[in-house]
């Protein structure tokens, strides 16, 4: 069974710094595009940034120059560097992963979200 955890939000000041981690684990032979996508109460959720798995990147404009977005193939595991946060980054953040499973087919999994509070 495929599963993505992520790991890494909390509370921080307007200005800081935070790092989120997801890691895909499970029966999967490839995983393509991996990315992280945010949410907040009534509204859609909305792509923060993508990876391919060759290291092409993709940002919201609310998030160039202050996020990055990296991973390691090696371990399946996509990252998102967080600098310069904002009250309005506030939301919860959610891994998405697009992998090619032992049935050769490719799907979007997502992760159960972890929740980034930015204090004014």
């Known amino acids: 069974q495929v599963q993505l955890v992520e790991s890494g939000g909390g509370l921080v000041q307007a200005g800081g710094s935070l790092r989120l981690s997801c890691a895909a684990s499970?029966?999967?032979?490839?995983?393509?595009?991996m990315g992280w996508y945010r949410q907040t109460p009534g509204k859609q959720r909305e792509l923060v940034a993508a990876?391919?798995?060759?290291?092409?990147?993709n940002y919201a404009d609310s998030a160039k120059g202050r996020f990055t977005i990296s991973r390691d193939n090696a371990k399946n595991t996509v990252y998102l560097q967080m600098n310069s946060l904002k009250p309005e980054d506030t939301a919860v953040y959610y891994c998405?992963?697009?992998?090619?499973?032992?049935?050769?087919?490719?799907?979007?999994?997502w992760g159960k979200g972890t929740l980034v509070t930015v204090s004014s």
């Open positions: 998405n992963a697009r992998l090619t499973t032992m049935d050769y087919i490719t799907r979007d999994y």
């Open positions: 499970g029966a999967f032979l490839n995983a393509n595009a």
């Open positions: 990876i391919t798995s060759g290291g092409s990147t």
